[in-house]
């Protein structure tokens, strides 16, 4: 009997696992269609964006989303709304838990780059937010 009840929670667990990561790689994929739909309506020529690039380390993932983050209020979008819906979906916990994925101290022990560091490139900022969020999403799989 007790063989039996283990055995049903470890389903259970497993099956929990697997939506909780289906969940984030759900949101994922939605923030990704955002962020092309975003980048329609952007003119890239106008504003400078401190663009963080993907050979940093492994550990800098959660830095770089912060600087991602607040560069999207300095987007000349055209659509606003879309703007701000994206602002919002980037702030989701599943982005950040999707990208962590080191321990606390492996994190403290790295060193990052400040926001500021990195260069400025309107065009690029687009591309490497969606390296990163399909860095993630393959992360998941």
Not at 3 to 10: D, E, F, K, R
Not at 12 to 39: G, H, I, Y
Not at 46 to 54: E, G, I, R
Not at 99 to 112: A, H, I, P, Q, Y
């Amino acid at each position: 009997m007790k063989l039996l009840v283990c055995c049903l929670l470890a389903v259970t667990c497993c099956v929990l696992v697997d939506a909780v990561k289906d969940e984030r790689s759900l949101k994922l994929t939605e923030v990704l269609k955002e962020l092309k739909a975003l980048n329609k309506s952007v003119e890239h020529n106008s504003v400078m964006l401190n663009t963080p690039s993907l050979d940093m380390e492994e550990c800098c993932s959660l830095y770089a989303l912060e600087c991602f983050r607040a560069m999207v209020p300095h987007l000349t979008a055209r659509n606003k709304q879309l703007q701000h819906k994206f602002a919002k979906s980037l702030r989701n916990p599943l982005i950040s838990t999707s990208l962590d994925s080191c321990s606390l101290e492996e994190r403290e022990k790295t060193v990052c780059q400040g926001c500021d560091s990195y260069p400025k490139d309107s065009q690029k900022w687009v591309q490497q937010l969606e390296s990163l969020l399909q860095k993630a999403i393959s992360r998941l799989a």
